[in-house]
């Protein structure tokens, strides 16, 4: 079965910590992704990787910076956390191609910044 | 820019009856349309795509229907159910370098009992 893991459900921090976010992928997807969810926003991308060591901004980068070293392995982090990033935030991953279409996710981490 | 529109963010449906939820797009250059379903504190579940060349896609009570020349799409419920209860995402798959996926922003189904 496949699986995405991220290292944390809930996290609390307090403003100006460092933030590390972690994503484990099992299935060999050439695509990982990080998104946000906010309420009556959607799913907003933050920054995506399509092989290791490669990164692309997404929608809203701004405060975030990601690191892909290893094919599974994608981790998001908040340099200085602030309140606005206060979210649900929620790893995914694809395959390259039409084969198999779908993004996989990960069950979320619930990040409160205080 | 929002590429992904869903209007409707509630709709509240009788069991068994049919639940219908919308989506608009603007990119054409989408080759596949997915419907995404949310519980809260999960991640999104994969629930059914279709192709940007096919026209209806069904998958046990489950259909999606896309209207090309008008940039919509629609997932039919049908015998909708209380366990159906979530937030629905419509998403359009673009293949660029690296498949990128864009979301609307959710509509919450409530189906009642």
């Known amino acids: 079965d496949v699986k995405v893991t991220q290292s944390s459900r809930y996290l609390v921090k307090r403003t100006g910590e460092k933030v590390f976010l972690e994503c484990v992928q099992d299935m060999d997807h050439e695509n990982m992704f990080w998104y946000r969810q906010d309420p009556g926003l959607g799913l907003r991308l933050i920054y995506f990787?399509?092989?290791?060591?490669?990164?692309e901004k997404g929608d809203i980068p701004e405060g975030y910076s990601v690191s892909r070293e290893k094919k599974e392995r994608f981790s998001l982090i908040l340099e200085s956390a602030s309140t606005n990033q206060t979210s649900m935030y929620l790893c995914?991953?694809?395959?390259?191609?039409?084969?198999?279409?779908?993004?996989?996710f990960g069950e979320g981490s619930r990040l409160t910044v205080l | 820019d929002q590429q992904v529109k869903q209007n409707s963010p509630s709709l509240s449906v009788q069991e068994g009856r049919i639940s219908i939820l919308n989506c608009d797009y603007t990119?054409?250059?989408?080759?596949?349309f997915l419907w995404y379903k949310k519980y809260p504190a999960e991640g999104p579940t994969f629930l059914i795509s279709i192709s940007s060349i096919k026209d209806k896609n069904e998958d046990g009570r489950f259909t999606v229907f896309l209207n090309k020349s008008a940039k919509h799409l629609s997932l039919h419920i049908v015998p909708s159910q209380p366990g159906d209860s979530a937030v629905y995402f419509c998403a359009g798959r673009t293949s660029n370098t690296g498949n990128q996926f864009y979301f609307g922003t959710g509509t919450s189904l409530t189906v009642i009992p």
């Open positions: 990119n054409s250059m989408f080759d596949y």
């Open positions: 990787s399509y092989d290791v060591k490669m990164k």
């Open positions: 995914a991953s694809s395959l390259e191609g039409a084969v198999q279409v779908e993004l996989f």
